[in-house]
């Protein structure tokens, strides 16, 4: 039996990276996966891959930082199906330090970063009260728990995801609700690729590689990586874990000089 069988998971920003990552190996594990994504077109191109693969997905077009489009989505959802599994994994970066970040760069992180998860799972967790349980992943990062240059805003948002995460995985232990986050480090995601193109033209393999080496493994981690984490976090097998931290760093937290 598949390890996600009969389950249906909702992953925000599941069209790209790590989302999509996620959501195809749900669905290769046996749930029915609803992708909410901003750009309708990439999420629909996503779930249709994931039936083309033999899995079964539904898109959704969702602006994480609307509270009541999200909580529209997920009363849709509730509607037709039980939903068992949330993935909060929408986010935004900003490069900056404290002084190179407006008050609407700040303002714009949080409304992604932070409202997006606290809305998922503010629409979603009544629901999983009344099913009886379910379990919610959110996507933190190292540095939530390291300092790192110029990423003062984005620090401040994924340090709120990791507390959230606490909070949640407290407040809902009766309910049977499990909540734990995945702290990756550097993943090679399109958005790498994009903000090497953009910062460094001609540069970019040279700035791939010194990237790489900051993680003392000596390369960045994989979307699929970080999906495998997800799939065991997310199963019956975890059954026993919940309000952790999962760094996915390369010992990027421990190992750094």
Request: hydrophobic share 45%.
């Amino acid at each position: 039996m598949k390890r996600l069988e009969n389950k249906t998971a909702i992953v925000t920003g599941g069209a790209s990276g790590i989302g999509l990552a996620i959501s195809r190996r749900f669905a290769m594990e046996g749930a029915y996966v609803h992708l909410l994504d901003l750009k309708l077109e990439e999420a629909e191109n996503a779930a249709a891959e994931i039936r083309a693969e033999g899995g079964h997905a539904t898109a959704h077009t969702c602006d994480v930082s609307n509270q009541q489009q999200v909580a529209a989505i997920a009363q849709a959802i509730h509607n037709e199906q039980v939903a068992h599994i949330l993935v909060c994994n929408a986010g935004i970066g900003f490069v900056g330090n404290l002084e190179k970040t407006t008050e609407d760069d700040l303002d714009r992180m949080y409304r992604v970063n932070v409202k997006g998860v606290y809305n998922a799972m503010h629409a979603v967790v009544p629901f999983f009260k009344q099913n009886g349980g379910g379990v919610i992943l959110n996507m933190a990062s190292v540095v939530a728990s390291v300092g790192i240059p110029d990423r003062f805003a984005y620090s401040m948002t994924k340090g709120a995801v990791l507390t959230m995460t606490l909070s949640v995985a407290m407040d809902y232990l009766s309910d049977n609700v499990r909540c734990n986050c995945i702290s990756p480090a550097r993943i090679h995601t399109p958005f790498v690729d994009g903000f090497l193109a953009k910062n460094y033209p001609g540069l970019e393999a040279e700035m791939f590689a010194k990237l790489a080496k900051t993680q003392p493994i000596g390369r960045m981690g994989t979307p699929d990586e970080v999906a495998n984490l997800a799939l065991f976090l997310c199963s019956d097998e975890a059954a026993f874990i919940t309000g952790c931290d999962f760094p996915l760093d390369g010992g990027f937290i421990k190992l750094r000089p």
